[in-house]
């Protein structure tokens, strides 16, 4: 079957598929709302003031205590790695309505219920291609919420949306490998809790004619307190500190024993992008989430404020803002449903050209979002009174993460045009 005719095929099945929420959607998802409403939502103002006592401060990224408390609640209430289908028996399209909900609250909830970047993608991982016995050191911890990790990928010399481009180099030396590279933007870092780093760099130099491109590249475990390994600064986004940090990381002469590869050899490529296909889609319906709190922030801003005699609400220009909203917000739902449910037919491969759609469509549509909430707030949304500049920082962060726009969009019309040839 050539290319159109399976898209074909593929719009056609589409057609039959039926995105209500089974019941055990439906009940993790009512679970969720109210340990949401319950107890994450209150909590916020309790997170806020720890961390605003602590700015700028050496106990910057130290982890508000609320945090501890809201994990026990979420395991008394099953609310608990629902991300991993091996653990949760949840679809993708099962855990998506979850992970929207979680969205609400970005900082605090996906890390209440273990469900938090990029702890989420390294637990895949491992789960996907650690051994036996790395997956007793670092999975089961993390699965049980003990410690955190990072994924160091993104270089700053090079354009790492291309990872073949990436310098890092891990070279073999007997039973070791020595590691030697820059990282920045590694998300989580920051936090002492980050115990492990999963590090992809060159295994084969590119003038190794005899080794594909895409076979040069691999992936190895870095636990945080091997020697070489230095965190040179923690860097903000749009003036924020993120509880975990984003942060440059230098690697010099750092030595692992050999047994900490991920996978194989030159497999590192490969592990990527079985890592981040689903990471995408996580991120996507998080941000569905947030931009359902800010239109809700909106509505309520613009019935409550007047302006010209008359509340916002009954201005012809808001009315717009909160229609377009709402529009925008479902168009992005019902691509992000049909991605999670071509992954769980067909896998991350076979859905590789609607996540990659998504993933411009839904930070785009967050971002819009956002931005008409703040409009509505007027100043006071650049502030900390309001969520809403923090929730645009970070939906215009997801512009970059896990590949920017642009390379998403070559994606979707390489796709495109190959249907057509």
Not at 16 to 33: K, L
């Amino acid at each position: 079957m050539d290319a159109r005719a399976q898209r074909s095929a593929r719009c056609v099945l589409i057609g039959a598929v039926d995105f209500a929420p089974s019941a055990a959607a439906t009940d993790y998802t009512v679970r969720m709302r109210a340990f949401l409403d319950e107890r994450v939502l209150p909590a916020e103002a309790e997170y806020d003031a720890f961390r605003a006592q602590r700015r700028s401060t050496p106990q910057e990224w130290d982890l508000p205590p609320v945090v501890e408390t809201l994990k026990e609640q979420a395991r008394e209430r099953g609310l608990w790695n629902l991300f991993l289908p091996s653990l949760s028996g949840l679809s993708n399209l099962e855990y998506a309505p979850v992970a929207e909900v979680s969205g609400w609250s970005p900082v605090i909830a996906p890390e209440a219920i273990n469900c938090q970047a990029p702890d989420t993608g390294n637990m895949e991982t491992l789960h996907l291609f650690g051994t036996e016995a790395q997956k007793q050191e670092w999975l089961e911890p993390l699965l049980a919420g003990e410690i955190r990790s990072a994924f160091a990928m993104t270089e700053p010399d090079v354009a790492s949306s291309d990872a073949t481009n990436i310098e890092t180099r891990i070279r073999r030396d007997g039973d070791d490998y020595v590691i030697d590279g820059r990282k920045w933007w590694i998300s989580g870092a920051a936090d002492e809790r980050c115990r492990i780093f999963i590090v992809m760099g060159k295994t084969s130099p590119d003038s190794d004619d005899t080794v594909s491109t895409h076979r040069r590249q691999s992936m190895i475990l870095v636990p945080r307190d091997t020697p070489g390994l230095r965190i040179v600064r923690h860097l903000p986004t749009f003036g924020y500190q993120d509880q975990h940090g984003h942060s440059e990381l230098v690697l010099d002469g750092v030595r692992v024993p050999a047994s900490n590869i991920l996978g194989e050899e030159g497999g590192g490529f490969a592990i990527a992008q079985a890592r981040l296909g689903p990471g995408r889609i996580h991120h996507c319906m998080r941000l569905i989430g947030m931009a359902e709190r800010a239109l809700s922030l909106m509505v309520e801003r613009a019935q409550a404020r007047v302006a010209f005699g008359r509340p916002l609400a009954d201005q012809g220009v808001v009315r717009e803002q909160i229609a377009l909203s709402r529009m925008e917000i479902e168009q992005a739902r019902l691509l992000t449903l049909k991605t999670a449910w071509l992954i769980d037919e067909h896998g991350a491969k076979g859905a590789a050209t609607e996540i990659a759609a998504i993933k411009v469509v839904v930070p785009r549509m967050a971002c819009a979002v956002i931005d008409r909430a703040m409009q509505v707030h007027g100043g006071g949304a650049m502030s900390d009174d309001f969520p809403l500049a923090y929730f645009y920082a970070w939906a215009r962060a997801l512009r970059f993460a896990d590949g920017p726009d642009e390379v998403h969009i070559r994606s979707v019309a390489r796709q495109e045009l190959k249907a057509h040839t």
